[in-house]
């Protein structure tokens, strides 16, 4: 299709760095800006870098996105938001990655879809014994569609109450993340018992 | 390779294997009528959810027809909710990427007792010369091709000279032998059954890969030791599905089926085939006419499969992917530990970050420009078209709109979408209270920094009134985007 002299001309740059700017780049929905990016790789990482900004590709697993670069002393104003999360938004995302885990190693399939009856079950034992059981639902159902604002579940078409778990969650829910929630975690585990 | 069938064994099958089941299932006639018309009739994998429930319903209208409701309650879906759930295995469910259906397959155990039930009504005929003639042949190709002394396969090769020398003097002679009619069809219903025979083989292929695959997770799953020693004896058992025996076999096939001159003889022999006339009567003819179209597509999705499951293997024994993942599962064990433990006290203000996956891009001049409020006119020919018992006192009497319900209807088809017009909107959410709605969509779009209004196109958006007659307006297109 495209001779090896126009995949290499950096015209196409425009279009996949907006494309980027906007979200993550999926193999599967995005074809051609994600054949343009393999092509051009090198050349967006340049580009974005001079905004302080990492271009993280995951061609295995067929997504790309924009990651802002370390930046210690806290020089460089923001350009990606950082997203506030909730404990419970938070603990939802942690037990989607361990779901996400289990299906990779367990599981040839590579869609892990859930049911909304499955997510609650899966976040069930964490909650509070409470009277009202309808709240407790009202929040799981608020907490959900946060997530999926979040990019990490997707709400299947024409199957209503049935979610696909993005596998870019990832990239973001890594060893570093989970290291950080859980040394919080048990920081106020120990000020609650420090207190008492 | 399999151990002899016992008492024990057989026992076992009974109690687990899903054909049995199905066999002793009270609704089997149900469902086999249904996998036949879904799946092995029309031979088609890969069905999805919709389509597989409305073949349901024409079943069970069929026989709801003479037993009543009563003997079949539930409803399709129902029915393939159970026959896919684990503990049937009837069919296989699964997601096919791209698509938000989800598709279904019949499972080898399905088909078998399928065939089986099949073969029960038994055949017009029963092929037999035809049988005796293809065991010849493969005992012949077994015997010939294995046999290692030259001077033997130098003989066999010289009397099949022979005879074919003796064969040709009597055509020239004018004594040419033509098949008969009872053995043309004897052959052809061989050959069907031959070409049902290897497709099956194809699904029951596939199955066989993913159990491979699922011992080899099964073992990386409870591995201990080192990865290096993990590597070493998934390799040292070649449980690597490529290089398996079934994996080789398969590619064997693969690579004989899509030799360009094989595939032209067969064309070239199915066609030829059609036109014998001993044959013309039959009319399943063009079931075995088709047979190679058959063939593709399955070997092909057995091909992807086997490709799939082996990119999946690879990226789970990655060293980088193992040793996170092994960390991973402990942070989360942890993670759920501490969580347990404070569940009647879950820290409130607490935050975790996380980062966005779009960069944070606001220019102001992105938003639309301010439109003038003349824009936002109802074109004439609305009002046009055939107003006699158009009741108009619904734009004048005071119901009201309420504009947080079309609001949020904009929101639900902006969540899939980035932008969508009125029309796309309303086709989500009809249109309700008719010309009052869309003069409320029209002002939402006016005020809103997220959509635009297109003069230069017009759409076309239907409402139906109480009474069942549809109404339609002519208004500029109205794109709504998604506020990012």
């Known amino acids: ?196 | 390779m399999k151990g002899q069938m016992d008492y024990y064994a057989i026992n076992a099958l009974r109690e687990k294997h899903a054909g049995w089941a199905l066999l002793r299932a009270q609704n089997a006639p149900l469902a086999l009528h249904f996998f036949m018309s879904a799946f092995t009739d029309p031979n088609q994998r890969n069905v999805g959810r919709q389509q597989l429930i409305d073949v349901l319903d024409d079943v069970l209208f069929g026989v709801r027809e003479t037993y009543g409701e009563e003997k079949f309650p539930r409803n399709a879906s129902e029915y393939l909710d159970d026959w896919a759930a684990s503990e049937r295995a009837w069919l296989r469910k699964y997601y096919v990427q791209g698509e938000d259906e989800p598709h279904y397959d019949l499972t080898p155990a399905a088909e078998d007792v399928v065939r089986w039930v099949e073969s029960l009504k038994g055949r017009e005929f029963v092929a037999t010369q035809s049988r005796l003639t293809s065991i010849f042949a493969v005992l012949k190709t077994l015997v010939q091709q294995s046999e290692t002394d030259p001077d033997v396969r130098w003989a066999e090769l010289q009397q099949q000279r022979n005879q074919i020398d003796a064969e040709m003097h009597r055509i020239r002679e004018g004594d040419l032998k033509v098949m008969t009619a009872p053995e043309a069809l004897d052959h052809f219903q061989q050959l069907t059954t031959l070409a049902k025979d290897l497709l099956s083989d194809f699904r029951e292929v596939e199955q066989n890969f993913r159990k491979l695959d699922r011992q080899v997770r099964e073992q990386i799953a409870t591995w201990d030791g080192s990865q290096g020693e993990l590597l070493d004896s998934i390799f040292a058992n070649q449980q690597d599905i490529g290089s398996s025996l079934q994996g080789r076999t398969f590619q064997g096939f693969w690579d004989y089926l899509m030799s360009p001159q094989l595939r032209r003889e067969l064309n070239d022999l199915l066609h030829r085939a059609t036109r014998i006339e001993a044959l013309a009567r039959m009319d399943n003819l063009h079931t075995i006419t088709n047979l190679h179209q058959d063939w593709l597509p399955a070997v092909e999705q057995t091909q992807a499969t086997v490709r799939q499951l082996s990119q999946q293997m690879r990226r789970l024994l990655d060293d980088k992917v193992f040793l996170e993942n092994k960390r991973i599962m402990q942070l989360i064990r942890s993670i759920e530990a501490n969580a347990l433990d404070q569940r009647d006290q879950p820290p409130s203000n607490f935050a975790m970050e996380i980062e966005a996956s779009s960069v944070d891009v606001a220019l102001p001049f992105e938003r639309p420009l301010y439109e003038p409020g003349s824009r936002v006119m109802v074109m004439d020919d609305v009002v046009t078209a055939d107003d006699q018992d158009l009741d108009a006192s619904a734009l004048f009497s005071q119901f009201h709109v309420d504009r947080e319900r079309l609001k949020s209807n904009i929101e639900s088809v902006l969540e899939e979408e980035n932008q969508a017009t009125l029309a796309d909107i309303t086709a989500a959410h009809p249109l309700s209270q008719g010309l009052a709605e869309i003069v409320a969509y029209y002002q939402l779009a006016a005020e809103s920094d997220w959509a635009s209004i297109n003069p230069e196109t017009t759409q076309r958006l239907h409402w139906t009134l109480e009474d069942g007659s549809v109404r339609a307006a002519v208004i500029d297109q109205i794109i709504f985007v998604r506020p990012a």
């Open chain 1, 1 to 196: 299709m495209n001779t090896a002299s126009e995949t290499s001309s950096p015209e196409e740059l425009p279009g996949i760095v907006t494309k980027l700017f906007k979200g993550v780049v999926y193999a599967e929905t995005d074809e051609k800006v994600w054949q343009s990016l393999l092509a051009l790789t090198s050349h967006v990482r340049d580009y974005v870098a001079v905004l302080g900004l990492n271009l993280i590709l995951d061609e295995s697993e067929g997504y790309a996105f924009l990651r802002s670069r370390e930046d210690p002393e806290g020089t460089l104003p923001r350009l990606i938001p950082r997203r506030q999360l909730t404990f419970d938004v938070s603990l939802l995302l942690v037990l989607l990655r361990k779901r996400l885990l289990e299906f990779d190693t367990n599981s040839s399939e590579l869609r892990l879809i859930m049911t909304e009856e499955e997510l609650k079950d899966m976040v069930a034992v964490f909650l509070p014994e409470s009277s009202n059981e309808a709240r407790i639902l009202d929040r799981l159902s608020t907490n959900i569609k946060k997530v999926v604002e979040l990019g990490f579940l997707r709400k299947l078409r024409g199957e209503t109450g049935t979610y696909e778990v993005a596998r870019i969650l990832k990239a973001y829910v890594d060893a570093q993340w989970l290291e950080e929630f859980d040394a919080r975690l048990a920081d106020y585990r120990e000020s609650l018992t420090g207190s008492k």
